[in-house]
């Protein structure tokens, strides 16, 4: 019973996370998932578990994995558990939620408007190989830049 309550509490916490970042659920806060969710929780350990689920979330949505990426990586994610890893029921919660929110998370208006990047690590760029070229190019360009102003100093 207690197995299944806490899988039931992390599928909730998993759902509020998309409601809120995804879906623009502005209803949803962190202190109502911990309330409702997780009252028996200290804040300290919910707000690492909270912000471990949402990250993981990020990034299975920002690569808009399918199940074989989902599976790789939820693997190499159990197998880190001691060093920000998650455990096997946090992975099975993690891929019953993308099985089900995959197709909402893609279509929603805040993951195609790069919503939130202040708070990213990454900007995801698409370009067609020209672009590409064009882009390294410039890049190469600029380092040349760099490379004469260091060696004249």
Known sequence: MADAEAAKSLSGLLNGIAQKVYYNNSEITEQLLKRELFPELPQDAFTALHDKMRGLIKSIATADMDHAQLEAFLTAQTRKQGSGGVNAEQAAALSRFWKSQRVRVRESPSRSCGHDISDSEFVCLEFDEARVNQMLKK????????????HRT
């Open 139 to 150: 890049m190469a360009d600029i380092q040349e830049s760099i490379d004469r102003i260091v």
